[in-house]
């Protein structure tokens, strides 16, 4: 019998690339989460520095964006994201270029 991979995220969608209309969200932590009326919600959250009168710095965190879905947005988030990590866990190849020297 055939091993059976999962299939690929957005098997059999169609993807139209909206270039830059698309936001980039960047974010350190997930400041909080929850649920409301059946809907997830997670606040997403920056890090950032501030100089303080002091002459320290201080450490803050802005909102840097809100995520509201599904529970099966959510579940596929969530896959997405655990499939993203195991990528981090495989060796990585050597990139040639960066591995040749110039003489």
């Not at 690339?17 to 920056?46: C, R």
């Not at 002091?54 to 964006?65: A, E």
């Not at 947005?73 to 499939?83: E, I, Q």
Request: hydrophobic fraction near 45%; charge should be negative; proline fraction near 8%.
């Amino acid at each position: 019998m055939a091993d059976h991979e999962n299939p690929q995220p957005g098997a059999g969608l169609v993807y139209e690339d909206t270039g830059a209309a698309a936001s980039l969200v960047y974010f350190d932590i997930v400041g909080a989460y929850g649920i409301m009326h059946g809907t997830v919600e997670i606040e997403l959250a920056t890090r950032i520095l501030v100089p303080a009168p002091n002459g320290l710095t201080d450490v803050k965190f802005l909102s840097s964006g809100r995520l509201r879905c599904s529970p099966t947005a959510a579940a596929n988030l969530r896959n997405a994201l655990d499939a993203a990590l195991k990528m981090l866990e495989a060796p990585q190849q050597p990139d040639p270029v960066a591995a040749s020297k110039m003489n």
